[in-house]
């Protein structure tokens, strides 16, 4: 789609130029447009041929009914509100009778066989993960139709959202998001557990503008530390070289990789491998084929920081530790974020204590010259 143009049907001479792509989710693709008056959107662009598998009514029937499980008299849910759906089935707000609200992935029972393994895999990883920074899995349970994962309520959606809403962040929050994910990694690491699908959709937002790591779906447990992959996995405007170099293999440095397309996307607003098809993407990859826009007001530091994460040999990519100890980091990072900042830019004078004399937490050591 990359380059074409939108011409919507029954409106003669309106028209979209599509400038980049965005992203992928569970109904289609995300796409920057530039109307005729030179105003920019982003478009939400689903296939008619996949609308009927996507609109099926077993899913909206279930809007405002109640979900009570298999062997436990007495239990139950109340579905508030439809959240989104993804690649096993839909993702629905609900209640339970203390008034606490949750995150559950309903999963349907005939659709099931084929998916078994992976919803499996992806129960087993994420209820071994227990951090501040990582999607909680609650319980798991069904009904006479579906299979339910009980989870965190993220209530301010994902990343993805709130780069689409805003464009771009400022380097303080890009500080803030990148420490919180460097801590979740690190943790998922530790435990020999590769994500494998770090991307914007994938990290959501708490109701106190944290970051939460979820969807496991792809995620895997290494039996050793030493142990590397020989096929591609993810999403590929995030996949590093060596997951698509399947002779190479991948190993926790692709997920590496990935916090550097994310840190690239907070600060430019799109993908450093948007442009053109999937081949296209994968050649761009593969020949470390992208460009720091110039439109955008940036750092020194963190260019050089996001050129040393997308370094194209794992090898030589930094670590968790080194990424923390980058001079990036010696600057300015807010405590916390408003609810206001998943549209605007904040203001760090209302999320500070007011009698500290400054807005944001500076570091003691001075920052460092910018990095050659």
């Not at 030179?38 to 279930?62: C, E, R």
């Amino acid at each position: 789609m990359q380059s074409q143009i939108i011409k919507p049907l029954n409106r003669p001479g309106e028209e979209y130029k599509i400038l980049k792509f965005l992203g992928e989710g569970g109904f289609g693709i995300c796409v920057k447009v530039e109307d005729q008056a030179g105003q920019v959107f982003a478009v939400k662009a689903i296939k008619k041929d996949t609308l009927g598998q996507n609109f099926d009514d077993q899913f909206f029937k279930m809007q405002s009914q109640i979900i009570k499980p298999l062997n436990r008299p007495g239990e139950e849910y109340k579905i508030l509100k439809f959240l989104g759906e993804g690649g096993f089935g839909i993702c629905v707000k609900v209640e339970d009778q203390a008034g606490q609200v949750f995150a559950v992935k309903a999963i349907k029972k005939d659709t099931l066989g084929q998916n078994f393994d992976d919803v499996l895999n992806e129960i087993n990883i994420q209820r071994q993960l227990n951090h501040q920074n990582i999607v909680t899995l609650y319980d798991v349970f069904d009904d006479n139709d579906f299979v339910y994962i009980k989870m965190e309520l993220c209530s301010n959606q994902s990343l993805f959202e709130m780069v689409i809403n805003r464009g771009e962040l400022t380097e303080p929050e890009v500080r803030f998001y990148m420490l919180q994910l460097l801590d979740a990694v690190e943790y998922m690491h530790d435990r020999n557990i590769l994500h494998r699908d770090l991307k914007l959709e994938n990290i959501f937002i708490s109701e106190d503008m944290d970051l939460k790591v979820g969807d496991f779906r792809l995620s895997v447990e290494l039996e050793s530390t030493d142990q590397r992959f020989n096929y591609s996995c993810g999403t590929v405007n995030y996949m590093a070289p060596e997951v698509l170099n399947t002779k190479i293999g991948h190993s926790f440095e692709a997920d590496i990789w990935s916090l550097g397309v994310i840190m690239f996307m907070m600060i430019f607003g799109e993908s450093p491998f948007g442009v053109g098809d999937r081949s296209e993407v994968i050649d761009q990859i593969l020949n470390i084929g992208y460009d720091f826009p110039e439109n955008t007001e940036v750092s020194n530091e963190a260019i050089d920081l996001i050129y040393l994460i997308l370094n194209p040999n794992y090898d030589a990519r930094l670590t968790i530790s080194e990424i923390r100890h980058h001079p990036f980091f010696n600057g300015a990072t807010p405590p916390g974020l408003p609810t206001s900042a998943l549209r605007t830019v904040p203001n760090y004078n209302i999320i500070t204590d007011p009698e500290l004399t400054g807005n944001l937490i500076t570091p003691t050591e001075k920052p460092k010259p910018p990095c050659g």
